[in-house]
């Protein structure tokens, strides 16, 4: 660790400055000091000011932060998830220099025409619009020349700190150090330009057809791939401006069209409910600025640095956990959390359930159309947090879309009901669940697995009664706690032996006494005497440091 300081000495001396600045006390004396207590976030409103002020890197550790209701409360979730780096575009000489090594060839051979002023500049890329020699107009999105050496000198620091971190209870739970980890394989993925245009891809073909939704009415970028590298994204350009700016614009007629805004609400609810539960593969980050209401009609999804995935068990169960949550079922929703969030440690089952009543019960006297569902999402993810549950990463990501899918669609429709517009599509989901995808194979199968039952139990039945009959079957047997109970019937039988023994010699020295004239023979009977008054003291010793008296 002392090697990785060393490296990033002058970056912690700038982050020091930033933090004397902004007032945060614990993060000073970690980086000063060296010393790791248990830890204590500034303000909601100066940690957001202190990572804008750090740089891109510690942008994107805020972003993802933002997606993590079980470490941080609802007050930081709230101020990080509209985290943003205002940075000045880069100068067009370095921007030229870095298209045409990417490239390999002159801009003009790739385009026809290129805007050198960006049309936006974020922390990690600023995108252009151009025209390719075909006639197609594309966005072409550029990473900021000289990124890598900082990210790599604000990673080792992170990690470092994170060390530090770690020894505290906080971090040992919490596993900083993996969360440290975590965030550098995000970030590193977020840098290479290749990854997000096959998610794009692959979410665009995802959605080219549903039952749930008018396909048409979405949309996903191509990607231009033979201009793509790991540095630049080139990408057909979606003549539209962001979903809510548009809702607002009195030149569109989606301004004056209530109906359009409610349709573009259920729309996007269930595009985004197939992602999640049909195909397990979702776009993470859909806030207002990522989705834009296109001059057609159209609603496109823009950026997918940031995509969440999900196996097919956690699909169902979390899919499960939504309907509890609805139906608010506190019981069913304390079960359903330790299916998505195994602890390696003991959880009182009992006082998660009772955390979820308390939670729930506020919301047992409202009406349904009152629920803001993404909030009690968030509230049941920090609930289990407190009863030492570590929630994982892809969950954090779902809620976080869910809340701002949920954010938009109020927006556009202000008696937007979640739970009346989610319970038919969970229905469905569960019944193709039950059917299948193909119900008639499924079917076919079922009736060939009976079949195959049916013709072979006889014969296990048959070998079954005759290794019972011949005394040649074995039953194995666990019992929890077999083995303590075994030790216990072990020491209780070695005291009652050991009481008997010292009783016998009490006994024989007795007789011994009363029954001999012989002065030689009385040391044998004070012999006897005196070793069983030994033994009887440890005999009751023993017991009583064993707390068995009882």
């Known amino acids: 660790m002392f090697v990785k300081l060393v490296k990033t000495s002058s970056r912690q001396a700038e982050i020091a400055e930033v933090v004397l600045r902004n007032g945060w006390d614990y993060m000073r004396g970690l980086l000063t000091v060296g010393k790791a207590d248990e830890p204590k976030l500034p303000p909601p409103a100066v940690l957001r000011n202190i990572l804008v002020e750090l740089g891109p890197v510690y942008v994107k550790l805020g972003q993802l932060l933002s997606t993590r209701p079980d470490l941080l409360p609802t007050a930081y979730l709230d101020e990080l998830s509209s985290l943003q780096s205002n940075v000045p575009p880069v100068p067009w000489s370095a921007i030229e220099g870095l298209l045409i090594r990417e490239m390999g060839k002159p801009i003009n051979e790739a385009f026809q025409e290129f805007d050198s002023t960006p049309i936006a500049a974020g922390s990690i890329a600023q995108t252009h619009q151009a025209t390719m020699r075909d006639g197609r107009t594309v966005a072409v999105k550029v990473q900021r020349p000289g990124l890598e050496p900082l990210v790599d000198q604000d990673i080792a620091l992170i990690k470092f700190i994170a060390g530090l971190v770690a020894q505290t209870d906080f971090g040992e739970f919490y596993d900083i150090e993996s969360l440290a980890d975590e965030f550098a394989q995000a970030l590193w993925a977020e840098l290479n330009f290749t990854k997000e245009a096959r998610s794009t891809d692959k979410l665009r073909q995802n959605l080219t057809t549903s039952r749930w939704f008018d396909a048409e009415r979405l949309t996903v970028p191509e990607i231009v791939w033979p201009l793509t590298s790991e540095k630049v994204l080139v990408m057909e350009w979606l003549d539209g401006q962001p979903l809510l700016k548009a809702q607002r614009d009195e030149s569109l007629d989606l301004s004056r069209d209530t109906e359009e805004q409610r349709a573009l609400a259920k729309m996007l609810l269930r595009a985004f409910f197939q992602q999640i539960c049909l195909d397990g593969f979702f776009h993470a980050d859909p806030h207002p600025g990522n989705l834009f209401y296109l001059r057609d009609g159209r609603v496109a999804l823009l950026d997918c640095g940031m995509v969440g995935r999900l196996d097919p068990r956690t ?102 009901n979640f ?112 070793t069983a008054s030994l033994l009887g003291l440890w005999l009751v010793f023993s017991i009583l440091r064993a707390g068995s008296l009882r």
């Open 419 to 530: 739970p009346e517009q989610v319970r038919p599509l969970m229905s469905d989901v569960f019944r193709q669940q039950l059917q299948g995808s193909a119900p008639l194979p499924m079917l076919l199968r079922t009736v060939l697995d009976v079949k195959n039952l049916t013709m072979q139990s006889p014969r296990q039945i048959e070998l079954f009664l005759d290794r019972l009959t011949s005394e040649t079957l074995q039953w194995n047997v666990n019992l929890r706690d077999f083995d303590t109970l075994g030790r216990g019937i072990d020491r209780a039988a070695n005291r009652l032996s050991f009481s008997i023994l010292v009783g016998s010699l009490i006994m024989g020295a007795a007789i011994i006494s009363s029954n001999t004239q012989l002065t030689q023979v009385y040391w044998v009977s004070d012999f006897l005497f005196a």
């Open 315 to 416: 699909q169902e169960v979390l899919l499960e956990m939504i309907l509890a949550i609805v139906s608010l079922d506190a019981r069913r929703c304390a079960q359903l959390t330790l299916d998505l969030a195994p602890s390696p440690n003991p959880v009182n089952l009992a006082q998660l359930e009772a955390d979820y009543d308390r939670l729930l019960r506020v919301y047992y006297s409202s009406n349904l159309a009152d629920l803001n569902f993404s909030e009690l999402f968030y509230e049941v993810l920090q609930a289990a947090r407190e009863n030492h549950i570590r929630i994982p990463g892809n969950l954090g990501l779902c809620a976080k879309a869910i809340a701002n899918l949920e954010g938009i669609a109020s927006s556009l429709d202000p008696a937007f």
